[in-house]
């Protein structure tokens, strides 16, 4: 049974970090591209990152470029987002998912939710003081 799981988010003051992680089960993570997403109360889903198979292309969304890192450890079969310097911006449920080989690919751009899958559930980031 294909399964991705979130963890790590939880209420966070602005300007500190999490780190999220993605645990992947019942496939190799080595053929797929990882994108993570988040959505605010209201708003669509957007992607904000993506990691290729390999570690080798990643990619940001604007809002996020310089404060957020994606990467990879295929032999744990998890990817992991790490969020620094958060803003209440960042306030989202955030979900992980995965892209087959022969879909999507990180290079070509931010990830997109037609372009994916198989999806987590999400975990809750809450920034405010």
């Known amino acids: 049974q294909l399964q991705l799981v979130e963890s790590g988010g939880g209420l966070v003051q602005p300007g500190g970090s999490l780190r999220l992680s993605c645990a992947v089960s019942?496939?190799?993570?080595?053929?797929?591209?990882i994108g993570w997403f988040r959505q605010a109360p209201g708003l669509e889903r957007e992607g904000v990152s993506c990691?290729?198979?390999?570690?080798?292309?990643?990619n940001y969304a604007d809002s996020v470029k310089g404060r957020f890192t994606i990467s990879r450890d295929n032999a744990k079969n998890t990817v992991y987002l790490q969020m620094n310097s958060l803003k209440p911006e960042d306030t989202a449920l955030y979900y992980c998912?995965?892209?087959?080989?022969?879909?999507?690919?990180?290079?070509?751009?931010?990830?997109?939710?037609?372009?994916?899958?198989?999806w987590g559930k999400g975990t809750l980031v809450t920034v405010s003081s």
């Open positions: 998912a995965a892209a087959r080989s022969s879909g999507y690919v990180c290079s070509a751009g931010l990830p997109y939710y037609s372009g994916m899958d198989y």
């Open positions: 019942g496939f190799t993570l080595d053929y797929y591209t």
């Open positions: 990691i290729s198979s390999s570690g080798g292309s990643t």
